[in-house]
């Protein structure tokens, strides 16, 4: 019976060898595949996670923008009364001076252009900030997760103080340069209406856009300059400023700041300044709008149509726009700010930026 028995494995021995191979080899590649698998998920569980967690800080940095841009808006609002006073020429004409018609004619040109250049201000603070702090946040986000590699992160508290500075430009010197555009702007097209002058809402509108072809295309007296001028020095400045000397955290600061200006100059960052600058503009033309409305005997009749049919003289229409940088400039959300807060362009250009630089291949450029 043995020998039988090993006769039929001998004459069957290549035979058995095969199989038991094969069983062997569908048994491993079975373990394999199950090891494969099982190190599939656990990736996707990983990049799903690490998604997740990349997006919760997303969301928190937005709203650390928000609140960011409504801190800042009284100081913005004190910078632009404080070099535009027209407080003290409402004073003037209650004395009932005898250059009284002069006066009203400073107020004129003041009143539209801190109204105009706080708009513009509100504005390019709102983009401005949302690609700062989305650049930075990017980074935060990436020395947050290789932090336990003890690499060295490339935005620490003092490089992100030193970069968050620069925003004073936009303060300061940006500030009082913007305002003097706008100024010459609205002196060459509201200077010779006379304060006599009615104008409907529509009207009023065609001056306003007069006024930003100047600013943002200029003429032939005054060549155009970039809005982004006005948010960040040149980089001929800032690099000369810090020549010689330089420590690791100045060269990770102006990384920075030269990879700011160059979303500053890029082709969606104009996109979504105008963008920003049109609604705000609408936003602004629509507080206007409840001064222009007919009288409460004629509500019936109070529609969009019939707005163009209401012309208010020039002298009562200034103060109004006098009074519009509390709104424009109010730390209290507003619908003005709340609305440039909330623009869908704003929203995703700031996600890719944060995207951009939150990637681990951007510490790598």
Request: aromatic share 8%.
């Amino acid at each position: 019976m043995l020998l039988s028995t090993w006769n039929f494995l001998k004459r069957h021995k290549r035979k058995f060898i095969f199989a038991g191979a094969f069983v062997g080899g569908v048994y491993i590649l079975g373990k394999y595949a199950q090891w494969k698998i099982r190190e599939i998920q656990e990736r996707e569980a990983a990049e799903y996670i690490a998604q997740a967690r990349r997006q919760y800080h997303f969301e928190s940095n937005q709203r650390t923008c928000n609140m960011t841009v409504l801190s800042m808006l009284p100081t913005l609002r004190e910078a632009i009364i404080q070099n535009l006073n027209s407080e003290s020429l409402t004073t003037l004409l209650k004395n009932r001076p005898a250059n009284k018609l002069e006066i009203w004619e400073d107020l004129k040109i003041i009143s539209f252009t801190r109204s105009i250049v706080a708009v513009y201000s509100t504005c390019m603070l709102i983009v401005l900030l949302r690609v700062q702090l989305n650049i930075i946040g990017g980074y935060l986000y990436l020395d947050n997760s290789i932090s336990k590699n003890g690499m060295t992160p490339q935005a620490p508290p003092d490089v992100q103080q030193q970069y968050l500075s620069s925003i004073q430009h936009l303060l300061g010197d940006g500030l009082h340069e913007l305002m003097t555009v706008v100024k010459q702007a609205v002196r060459e097209v509201l200077g010779g209406v006379s304060l006599k002058q009615s104008l409907s809402l529509q009207e009023l509108e065609q001056h306003l856009d007069q006024v930003r072809a100047h600013v943002e295309e200029g003429c032939m007296a005054s060549p155009r300059k970039p809005l982004s001028c006005y948010m960040m020095s040149d980089e001929e400045t800032t690099l000369a400023s810090q020549a010689c000397g330089l420590t690791e955290n100045d060269v990770a600061t102006i990384k920075l700041l030269n990879e700011t200006r160059d979303m500053l100059e890029s082709p969606d960052f104009h996109t979504v300044l105008h963008t920003c600058l049109s609604r705000g503009f609408s936003r602004f033309l629509d507080n206007m709008a409840e001064f222009f409305r007919p009288q409460q005997g004629d509500a019936a009749h109070s529609t969009l149509d019939s707005l163009s049919h209401v012309s208010l003289p020039l002298a009562k229409i200034i103060p109004i726009v006098n009074g519009q940088i509390n709104s424009i400039c109010s730390e209290i959300p507003s619908h003005f700010v709340q609305d440039l807060l909330m623009i869908e362009q704003v929203k995703e250009f700031s996600a890719n930026v944060y995207e951009a630089f939150s990637a681990p291949n951007e510490r790598q450029k």
